[in-house]
């Protein structure tokens, strides 16, 4: 769980700001809204964020998400822009680097990751443990000129030199310590609790207005059915009276132009789906139907089916959310969502 992010001149920060999901002494709805993750720390469940347009509520989501993105992308070459905006209303600000610091737990340990960097180079990076009331370096890593240099505790973890060498070849001062980590054949479980907490519980992207869903909900749909009970019963709670969802993967034929837009401008099919779609001339699309309960005249219930296309905007968005919070739930993970009220 998250206890607290700190951002400083990244976007519309600034200025060092913390954002805690640490508990106030107020135990109201302890049992729902809060966790005991240690001795005397309580986590909130959920924070909402709320404040007048352009307060920087979505660029917060954002550093959520440039994190999560960060850790593990790997950057082309050195030359690569790291991606991080600093705070540009200002003539100092550009050209600082911009800082991030996250306190999390994996399930009772505590870590703290503390990121510095610029739109070249990642100046400085560290990951501490709590085996105590006090924080146990794991690695450090700092920018020497335009090449990187980290150093592992020996007191703390375990690895070779071979995979010291190996990370630290990998490690490209544009990127994590933590991707190039994840390139190597080697094992440090300090290392590998945080990658694993950051891939499964850390992995989701935040939602906003414009995110599709819909194609998620039927993805869960079709791999998986006590997803269809768990939306049932979120769309029932909801008051919009579907009995019933069915998923189906179907074919359908594609005409000459349209396998020419495929073949030739989709830079994003797999090379064996487009010797597929040269083969079979057809595009696999997932059909869903929903099935309404109506009371009619007499009082009598009557059932009727009704395409995805002809439900209401409310009814996919919700469809799309549930299933994403249910994936939320069945992994304690974290998920971030941007204007909630419009969903």
């Not at 396998?259 to 487009?274: F, G, M």
């Amino acid at each position: 769980m998250i206890l607290e992010l700190k951002i400083k001149n990244f976007l519309s920060f600034k200025d060092e700001v913390t954002f805690s999901f640490e508990a106030t002494r107020d135990k109201s709805f302890e049992d729902y809204q809060v966790v005991e993750i240690a001795p005397n720390t309580r986590i909130l469940r959920l924070a909402v964020v709320y404040g007048a347009n352009a307060s920087g509520k979505s660029n917060l989501l954002n550093v959520f998400d440039f994190l999560r993105n960060f850790w593990f992308d790997m950057p082309e070459d050195k030359d690569t822009p790291t991606g991080v905006i600093p705070f540009l209303l200002d003539r100092e600000t550009p050209q600082e680097p911009s800082e991030f610091a996250l306190t999390f737990y994996v399930k009772d340990i505590k870590y703290l990751y503390s990121l510095v960097l610029d739109r070249k180079n990642v100046i400085s990076e560290k990951l501490f443990v709590y085996p105590g009331t006090q924080p146990a370096l794991i690695f450090d890593r700092k920018l020497n000129s335009t090449v990187s240099e980290i150093t592992f505790n020996a007191q703390k973890v375990k690895i070779s030199q071979p995979a010291k060498d190996e990370i630290i070849v990998k490690c490209l001062s544009n990127m994590s310590v933590l991707a190039a980590y994840n390139r190597v054949n080697v094992a440090v479980p300090e290392i590998d609790n945080v990658i694993h907490w950051m891939k499964s519980q850390y992995c989701m992207p935040s939602i906003e207005p414009n995110t599709r869903l819909v194609d998620f909900a039927e993805e869960m749909l079709a791999g998986n059915k006590s997803v269809k009970q768990y939306l049932l019963s979120f769309l029932s709670r909801a008051d919009y009276n579907i009995t019933n969802i069915n998923t189906e993967e179907i074919e359908e034929k594609i005409t000459d132009d349209m396998l020419s837009v495929l073949l030739n401008k989709a830079s994003n099919i797999p090379n064996d789906e487009k010797e597929r779609l040269r083969m079979e001339r057809t595009v696999r699309l997932v059909k869903t139907e929903f099935e309404h309960k109506i009371i009619n005249k007499n009082g009598s219930s009557e059932f009727y089916k009704m395409a995805k296309g002809l439900q209401s905007a409310g009814t996919i968005r919700t469809l799309g959310l549930a299933s994403a919070i249910r994936e939320t739930t069945e992994n304690n993970a974290f998920l971030a969502v941007d204007e909630i009220e419009s969903s």
